[in-house]
């Protein structure tokens, strides 16, 4: 037998595990665990600027690709509690990803010893599993289950605890004849599955709402395969957008009171039935609930059986594996086909299409300073089908969701249920790292970029470039919009006069500089017309100094985003004059019909 420190051993699971890269910041309680990772070789670390950073940076590198699990790695104490946030964000959205703490000394832990915390008890309501270990015998075992558990049922994250004693103890270890446990997902029976495809059928009017829980189990495939079969149009939430591209014929558009598509509310409000796979039913798709279920039946399909009935009873509900669940309907959706016995959807279909190509959002504005929906507009035009953008919370993410185009899974990497301000850059650097061949464009309103935005000095520092559009209008938009229903403007203004930078006016902070600061390029634009020169230039200053590029547009300083007000989905104010002609909305999937 091998006899090596548990640290060690640990760090030779994670690489069996298929773990090849870490983020994290190094400190006193976790330096064995580090000095173990350099000496193994094999995972590359990059270290982050902030502990929560680093939890980020590990979420962004689980979401883009099947498979990929993020590692952040921090010290004892505040390092833990500065991750809660990763954690909350990654159990939200039910992404793996493991976080390492280091820990003040057994004999010392429930004494007050420095940067002691029970970070474990701290950390349990956000992960699967949360433990600090006391025995280092139980290390590798530990470090086998967090894996399991990351992986099976509803995808999750864990935090495991390691008292610097522990770490240093030896054990005997055989990494050479480690295994992975067996993966756990349940499985819909075919019973289940014909059930579900009979009320299918009996509908007239059926979609497919189609969750994060698809891309999660790397069943998009599947999913457009069975959608082709039954004529069956697809609603995508926010966060499963890209399951389907958005101009593929049976892409209905998404719905909800915010990241919703004109078109897409008002097919589903026609709609008689609802396939729900691997989705929540967050409130901010649903809205009100006797809206959202009235005149329609449904049929929930969860990996985990307790979140069927959670936000409302389905008429069916399939405790499954998205993908085992998806394999099914196709086999018996194909039999049904072969046989003639499915329903011909196409008038059904060509209905939801044509809402898309009446139903739009203006975006063509030649305004100064610039309107939002102009910015999405150019992007559009820049970015490529290939591109994944990353963005978390506020109108800039509303309006993009609304505006911008998606046409891959794991293409729209998005903090949907937690949503903390600062995701976006440290998300935008993880996901960069895992994919270096494509164009990453992260979407920021200019609250969201100054909480994290030291994380920018990681991309300068280690090389991972991207494109941050940054819109500013120098408020808290989405705060400043809620507020109007209390008739307040209050506590919300971000502007001031720059004494360094007056030629901002109000605009206040000077990301151009800050960006630069930080190792950085960046750009201002104040004209509509010189958008698309500007991100044209930021993909080539990314490629040729393997930087992040900050484009800033400095935004008109109000603007209402189409939502809803009172919780209804078929109550969207839509504050802005709409698509009345195709020049409105050059970049929409569909050319405006009048």
Partial sequence: MARMTAARAAVEILKREGVTDAFGVPGAAINPFYAALKASGGVQHTLARHVEGASHMAEGYTRTHAGNIGVCIGTSGPAGTDMITGLYSAIGDSIPILCITGQAPTAVIHKEDFQAVDIASIAKPVTKMAVTVLEAAQVPGVFQQAFHLMRSGRPGPVLIDLPIDVQMTEIEFDPDTYEPLPVYKPAASRAQIEKAIGMLCAAERPLIVAGGGVINADAADLLLEFAELTGTPVVPTLMGWGLLPDDHELNAGMVGLQTSHRYGNATFLESDFVLGIGNRWANRHTGKLDVYTAGRKFVHVDVEP???????????????????????????????????????????????????????????????????????????????????????????????AQMLHVYRPRHWINCGQAGPLGWTVPAALGVAKADPGTQVVALSGDYDFQFMLEELAVGAQHKIPYVHVLVNNSYLGLIRQAQRAFEIDFQVNLEFENINSPELGVYGVDHVKVAEGLGCKAIRVTDPGELGAALEQAKKLAAEHQVPVVVEAILERVTNISMSGTNDIGNVVEFEELATEPGHAPTAVRTLKV
């Fill in 306 to 400: 307790t979140q069927i009935g959670k936000i409302f009873a389905p008429d069916y509900g399939i405790a499954s594996d998205a993908k085992a669940a998806l394999a099914l309907f196709v086999e018996v959706a194909g039999e049904l086909k072969a046989a003639g016995r499915l329903p011909d959807r196409s008038v059904w279909a060509a209905a939801a299409q044509e809402r898309k190509a009446t139903l739009q959002r203006r975006t063509h504005f030649d305004d100064i300073p610039i309107k939002p929906q102009r910015v999405y507009e150019e992007m559009n035009k820049a970015f490529g089908p290939e591109t994944r953008y990353v963005s978390t919370i506020g109108l800039s993410q509303i309006a993009g």
